[in-house]
């Protein structure tokens, strides 16, 4: 016996840094049988009850539907599909259940909420004819979708630059705050930063570190500060001229983020695209800006360094 000792609040996982994503699980159960006869009546359909594999599945529809009513972890999320099949093999009903949604968390425990449900009400319709059913192996079998697809793949092949637009910062008046998570966020995927600098606001100073910085040692450039509305804003002009391949989607991507929680966020004027060989994207100055814009964006942007090389997605 191992004792629990202490207390904790029961709370649910905080999901708001999260984006929505295409999200799908397969789970399984298998309901076993004593006996042929209970298979030949469900396959029959002469089970007294009723028809066990559409009552069965509706219950379990239900079952998906309802997962975040009676486990208390669960977040309510839109079921976009559900499929429930079952399959037949000697005395053992097998039951799959694939669920997907486009949201902010899995549907694992949904599938596996699904095929559970499935099998109970299987069970209590055939134990009037047959007392020696057993439901066994309820499991996760396959999901996707997410971060967590990516969440230990590392990419030290890449190495990157931060670069701080702040005359504050610059003149020593205040401290940075941005850069510095930037490079610790890099640090979390794998990429070194090979250089850490902080120039002025000022379109010529933010153009020469940039014509500095892109080149075949650094594949990524970090920009934090001077994309918003402020007359010494000008990060964004300093920039655009010297991108050579704009990608616009990234940059809308970080807005649209970022306007989901604050907002203001539709006032940042970030640009992002290739200078040569090295993708520059341009963030907000804030701690805040720069965390969301990250969790926006990383690691599912660095796919676009295959993709310039000609692979396929």
Do not use: W
Request: hydrophobic share 40%; glycine share 8%; charged share 25%.
């Amino acid at each position: 016996m191992i004792p629990i000792s202490g207390k904790k609040i029961a709370k649910m996982v905080n999901i708001t840094r999260k984006s929505n994503t295409l999200r799908k699980a397969i789970a399984s159960a298998i309901l076993s049988v004593s006996k042929q006869e209970t298979i030949d009546a469900v396959v029959q359909r002469k089970v007294p009850k009723g028809d066990v594999f559409e009552f069965a599945r509706a219950a379990g529809l239900f079952g998906v539907k309802k997962t975040s009513d009676v486990i208390p972890d669960c977040h309510p999320l839109p079921i976009e599909f559900t499929s429930i099949t079952f399959e037949i093999n000697g005395l053992d009903i097998i039951i799959s259940v694939e669920v997907h949604t486009i949201y902010k968390t899995g549907v694992e425990v949904e599938a596996m909420h699904g095929a559970s449900v499935t099998a109970l009400t299987m069970y209590d319709m055939l134990k009037p004819i047959d007392k020696g059913i057993e439901i066994k192996n309820i499991k996760l079998l396959e999901k996707s979708g997410g971060k967590s697809d990516l969440k230990h793949k590392k990419f030290p092949e890449l190495k990157a630059a931060v670069v701080v637009c702040s005359d504050s910062v610059f003149d020593s008046k205040a401290e940075d705050y941005s850069g510095k998570l930037a490079i610790s966020r890099l640090e979390q995927l794998g990429i070194a930063t090979l250089k850490y600098e902080i120039v002025p606001d000022d379109i010529k100073a933010i153009q020469n570190v940039a014509k500095e910085l892109c080149n075949s040692e650094h594949q990524l450039v970090i920009f934090t500060g001077g994309t918003g509305l402020s007359p010494r804003d000008v990060t964004p002009e300093a920039i655009l001229p010297l991108i050579e391949r704009k990608i616009d989607g990234i940059m809308e991507t970080a807005r649209r983020y970022g306007q989901e929680r604050m907002p203001y966020a539709m006032l940042s004027r970030g640009i992002a695209g290739f200078i040569g060989e090295t993708l520059v994207i341009t963030l907000p100055g804030s701690k805040n800006g720069v965390a969301e814009s990250m969790d926006a964006l990383f690691p599912q942007v660095l796919h676009l360094f295959s993709v310039n090389k000609g692979q396929k997605h």
